[in-house]
């Protein structure tokens, strides 16, 4: 199975016009793909079920494969024998931040939320554990579905730091007891380059992910 395979058929289509799919959608298309790769390695392992993995619930999930890709065997995730879970406190404040800043009336965007809320509570880079080849396509995916949060984000703070961050605002108090960032001796943790190799380094180096 390749979700990745999936999504460059569907490039490949397009840029022939036998897929009438905007760039947007395409893009977000290809993320979804990421994450849904990362799932299934963690499904596999036993690590997760689809739905914790994902943050979505199993009927979110059903749709999403129906819809975006027909072709992948919904079983594969043993949707079956998963039940909906319930977010704890930290995912579910994530969720909220996420919401509030959403596009208006747009369920991908809804979804969206959900599916960064729950990869932002994994231990590498946000863009690493939601699949993605770089910053750079997360930030794009910010900027797109959650675009006046994303445009607060001046200093190119981490997004998992920025996010803390602004749930510590719309509290009202910071844990941060420096008096700027540039007197703060953890500047680099919050600002400092989100280097690494993506968790798809197969997929990134043109193989298919089996």
């Known amino acids: 199975m390749s979700f ?18 905007d760039l947007e959608t395409g893009f977000d298309q290809h993320v979804l793909a990421c994450v849904l790769s990362r799932a299934l390695k963690e499904v596999e392992a036993g690590e997760a079920t689809a739905t914790e993995a994902t943050g979505l619930s199993r009927a979110e999930l059903q749709d999403v494969l129906t ?13 079956d024998e998963v039940t909906d ?38 231990n590498n880079h946000l863009w690493q554990d939601l699949g993605l080849f770089n910053r750079a396509a997360l930030s794009r995916l910010l900027a797109t579905h959650f675009p006046i949060l994303a445009a607060g984000n001046t200093k190119n703070m981490k997004w998992k730091k920025y996010f ?12 941060c ?34």
């Open 85 to 122: 879970r319930e977010p704890d406190m930290e995912e579910e404040l994530l969720r909220g931040l996420l919401f509030a800043h959403a596009r208006p009336g747009d369920p991908v965007s809804a979804r969206f939320a959900k599916i960064i809320a729950r990869r932002a509570l994994c």
């Open 67 to 79: 819809r975006n890709f027909p072709a992948i065997a919904v079983s594969a995730f043993a949707l």
């Open 164 to 175: 803390y961050r602004k749930l510590c605002e719309a509290e009202g108090f910071s844990l």
């Open 177 to 210: 007891a420096a008096p700027s960032c540039r007197e703060c001796n953890e500047f680099d943790s919050c600002f400092g380059p989100e280097e690494g190799e993506s968790l798809h380094a197969g997929i990134k180096n043109g193989l298919a992910l089996d």
């Open 4 to 21: 990745w395979s999936d999504e460059r058929r569907h490039s490949q289509s397009r840029s022939i016009g036998q897929w009438p799919i």
